[in-house]
């Protein structure tokens, strides 16, 4: 990591489910405590996993976060003395996480955000993208294919042991009972628009 001669820029950590997000965001928190720097934590509220109001890992580590609902909630535990901004799960906030995580940076803050780059389809998830396009510094994580063991990019989403349907809920929170990371090759989503396109093809031609 180069260091910056201007206070004030986004990092953002991104990856599949178990790629270690979460464990890399409190390992760079925890450095700015070793540092004596003040520093705020958030998460979404609807990610109750494992704690009400703590950022846990999938492997038990953890740290206290403020659960908030909307984005623009932030503001409301940001002072002058603060120094460092973490967010977690970014990829359940609202769109206007980015505008808020624009406007921290440029008021001197470093905004350290991490989350799920790819949704259980395959596709960007919510305002990771944009983030991520603004953003100083990413660093992308691998986790380990379920399937194969290769490096893993996406994270299947599975219902009652079968891969879940292309038309599933974007947003359904869950753990190892219901995700597991999976390479390109052995990434499974039934029933995408193309696919659904191709079968109507093959009856239309055979009929």
Not at 22 to 46: D, G
Request: net charge negative.
């Amino acid at each position: 990591m180069y260091v910056m001669k201007q206070s004030g820029w986004v990092e953002v950590i991104c990856g599949s489910m178990f790629s270690g997000k979460s464990e890399e965001l409190i390992r760079r928190v925890r450095r700015t405590q070793f540092a004596k720097q003040s520093i705020v934590v958030f998460k979404p509220q609807l990610d109750n996993r494992y704690a009400e109001e703590a950022i846990v890992s999938h492997n038990g580590v953890s740290f206290m976060a403020t659960p908030i609902s909307r984005s623009s909630e932030i503001f409301q535990y940001v002072n002058d003395e603060t120094d460092v901004i973490a967010i977690d799960e970014v990829q359940f906030f609202d769109e206007e996480i980015t505008d808020v995580v624009q406007q921290l940076a440029n008021s001197g803050y470093r905004v350290i955000c991490a989350g799920l780059d790819q949704d259980f389809r395959g596709e960007p998830f919510g305002p990771m993208p944009a983030i991520m396009a603004v953003a100083e510094l990413v660093t992308k994580l691998q986790a380990v294919c379920a399937v194969c063991g290769s490096p893993a990019s996406r994270t299947q989403r599975l219902i009652n042991g079968r891969p879940a349907s292309y038309h599933d809920p974007i947003i359904l929170v869950g753990a190892s009972e219901a995700y597991e990371p999976r390479c390109r090759h052995h990434h499974e989503v039934p029933k995408t628009p193309s696919e659904l396109m191709s079968a109507v093809e093959t009856v239309s031609s055979n009929s």
